[in-house]
């Protein structure tokens, strides 16, 4: 027996595996001999590395597996958070570094009603809703003639084109920026932001975020918390026109407007120059006709006004006449000639002095008398 034992334990030992040989045959064994299934848990300790590989564990009150989903499977869906009750379609496998047995994870659902995206809409919206930027009173007004207005939005898609159509249809004046970015896919988010970030720094009147219609995977960008809070932190209004009618994103709910199509988004921007053509000639004839009407007034209230300049005239020239004529009556009264109207007469020497005294008509003085109708020569006897 001894001996038998020796010798098995020396052939067992002879014959040894290597650990990566043993990790390598169990997770041949593990992968033929377990399909991919699915599997109900919670998830703990989710972490998602730079690579975009997402790391986790999937528990229930019993046991706990480690699991994996890689970036190439997780793109499209938003993160999930520790303790969410969550479906995933795996495939069990062996981590032969270090001989942990886990779970390949290559799609990933909710247990709750509407999945990942419902819950991860509803944190976010929260957030936001806390911070106030879902209020509506910081909506602000769209200008009503814009100068400029920015697109952002692919440039490659039907929404493009339809908003540059509206746009030189409705208002050709305006000058249109377009920025470019990714709409969909893992890019999309940081793209978006990008493009939202150039534009802050641009004069423009009014902003357009915009893409067509598509699954809420298409749309999921624009559900984001990061690019909610880009767009409610732009510096000009925001008009928001994401997926059909009936899709209502986040970014809807921060922006400025939100508008059922890129086209009416466009239309939202801009008013339309035929209108504006007819208020102008409307406006042009009121304008035509109150300066008509003010001219007219003016012209009568000139005639009015000098109808009265030249009753005043006249009032004042007949009292001036009347003050002059007592004037000249007192004038008159004072006169030496109607003194000498009434029989008085004035001597004057040569040089014209008056001569009051009998002491300045000395015997053989010449001189003049005045008399009221003129002048006589006479010499003192």
Not at 7 to 29: D, I, N, P, Q
Not at 146 to 161: E, F, K, N
Not at 174 to 181: D, H, N, R, S, Y
Request: with cysteine; aromatic share 6%.
């Amino acid at each position: 027996m001894g001996a038998r034992l020796d010798l098995f334990s020396a052939a067992s030992a002879e014959g040894a595996w290597t650990v990566g040989e043993v990790t390598k045959r169990a997770r041949a064994v593990i992968e033929a001999g377990l399909p991919p299934l699915w599997v109900r848990g919670e998830i703990a300790g989710f972490k998602a590395w730079r690579s975009g590989h997402w790391y986790f564990s999937l528990r229930d009150q019993s046991a706990q597996l480690r699991c994996v989903m890689f970036a190439k499977q997780n793109f499209m869906l938003p993160a999930p958070s520790d303790g969410m009750q969550v479906f995933v379609f795996a495939r069990p496998s062996l981590y032969e570094e270090k001989g942990e047995f886990q779970l390949t994870v290559m799609e990933l659902l909710s247990t709750d009603q509407g999945g990942l995206w419902k819950l991860a809409f509803e944190k976010a919206k929260a957030a936001l809703t806390k911070d106030g930027l879902l209020d509506p009173a910081r909506k602000r007004r769209l200008p009503p003639f814009p100068r400029r207005i920015a697109v952002v939005t692919s440039p490659d898609g039907a929404a493009l084109r339809d908003i540059q159509a509206v746009i030189g249809r409705r208002w050709p004046i305006a000058e249109l920026i377009i920025v470019p970015a990714q709409v969909q896919g893992a890019k999309a988010e940081g793209s978006v932001c990008s493009a939202l970030n150039r534009i802050s720094r641009l004069p423009v009147d009014v902003l357009v975020v915009a893409r067509g219609g598509g699954s809420i995977e298409d749309l999921w960008a624009f559900n984001t918390e990061r690019v909610a809070r880009a767009v409610a932190a732009m510096p000009m209004p925001v008009i928001s026109a994401i997926g059909h009618e009936t899709d209502v994103t986040l970014c809807d709910l921060v922006a400025d407007l939100r508008a059922a199509t890129p086209s009416a988004a466009a239309e939202a921007a801009t008013p339309d120059r035929v209108e504006v053509l007819q208020q102008c000639g409307v406006l042009g004839q009121r304008l035509a006709r109150a300066l008509r009407i003010a001219s007219r007034h003016v012209v009568e209230r000139l005639d009015r006004t000098g109808d009265r300049l030249v009753r005043s005239m006249d009032t004042r020239l007949e009292k001036s006449g009347a003050l002059l004529t007592a004037h000249s009556a007192r004038l008159d009264a004072l006169s030496p000639l109607r003194v000498l109207g009434r029989g008085y007469a004035v001597a004057r020497d040569e040089n014209g002095k008056i001569l009051k005294r009998v002491a300045q008509l000395p015997a053989g003085k010449e001189f003049r008398l005045r008399v009221t109708d003129g002048e006589v020569n006479g010499r003192v006897q």
